[in-house]
């Protein structure tokens, strides 16, 4: 009957009941995502993030096996963001990210330890605090699963369009970025099955740059690849309405939201 009633309806009015059911489902998050201490902590010092790189280039990273045929070498001195185990690809690099961004609470709860250790500003999602403890570069974010958005203020609610990716982009466009340049965001999963469920790694992971980035026994969530191109819409649009471009130079990527560039022609 449900269904029934969602074709009936105008296209509009579901929309607005969506967004309504998910604004009092979110009611219950804003007492402690904003008047938490680690919070209110991390509010104020993000203040000092706001345009920090205005008219500068960044480069985010996917985690995607594409990482493995770009030459990561070249990203030495430029701005860059790692997210989820991109820790893994450092020693190969030779140099760490300059920032870090994880927002997904298998990851973070399985990851705590090695997150904690890192020596690079972090961006967590708040509703994963409890596996962390506070540090002088450490920002908890409010993100939530509901309520698509795309924020130019990230101290404020973002929303995480079923990827790390998206939130990345979000933060990019707060410190001001001009230019964003996506990377390993190959947008292509060998392992499939219902968005969102979670399961358990078998073996080595076929969808990443490292067999060990999810590998037997961690748990994670399939994609969401519709949702994530909802998130990228979002995004493109709101860099261009004010001048601003993000690009896509993943090597064989298959997302095809941002214009795509030659990974090789970037560099001077």
């Known amino acids: 009957m449900r269904q029934a009633i969602k074709q009936n309806l105008p296209e509009s009015v579901v929309n607005y009941a969506r967004e309504t059911v998910d604004f009092f489902g979110r009611l219950g998050e804003l007492p402690a995502a ?38 990561l070498g070249k990203l030495k001195g430029e701005i860059t963001f790692g997210m989820n185990r991109v820790y893994l690809a450092f020693e190969e690099m030779g140099f760490p990210t300059t ?26 999602a708040w509703h994963a605090h409890q596996w962390l403890q506070p540090d002088n570069d450490l920002y908890f974010l409010y993100s939530t699963y509901t309520g698509p958005k795309f924020a130019t203020d990230i101290r404020r ?19 001001g970025f001009s230019e964003v340049v996506l990377i390993g965001v190959d947008h292509n999963f060998v392992t499939q099955g219902k968005p969102n469920t979670t399961v ?13 980035y999810f590998g037997k026994g961690f748990r994670w969530q399939l994609p969401d690849l519709e949702t994530s191109e909802r998130g990228y819409a979002l995004a493109r649009q709101t860099f261009e309405a004010d001048g601003r471009r993000v690009v896509d130079a993943t090597i064989d990527g298959k997302l095809r939201i941002f214009p795509r560039v030659d990974y090789n022609t970037l560099f001077g």
């Open 34 to 71: 904003n008047f938490h201490p680690w919070r209110r902590d991390s509010i104020q010092r993000l203040a000092a993030l706001k345009d920090i790189h205005k008219g500068q280039r960044c480069f985010i990273m996917g985690n995607g096996p594409s990482l493995k045929k770009t030459d």
């Open 99 to 124: 920032y870090y961004v994880s927002i997904n609470n298998l990851v973070v709860e399985q990851c705590a330890a090695d997150i904690q250790k890192l020596k690079i500003p972090r961006f967590i």
């Open 157 to 175: 609610r973002l929303w995480e369009g079923a990827t790390v990716t998206t939130v990345a982009l979000q933060i990019a466009y707060y410190m």
């Open 200 to 212: 358990v790694s078998q073996g080595d992971d076929p969808n990443h740059f490292s067999p060990n």
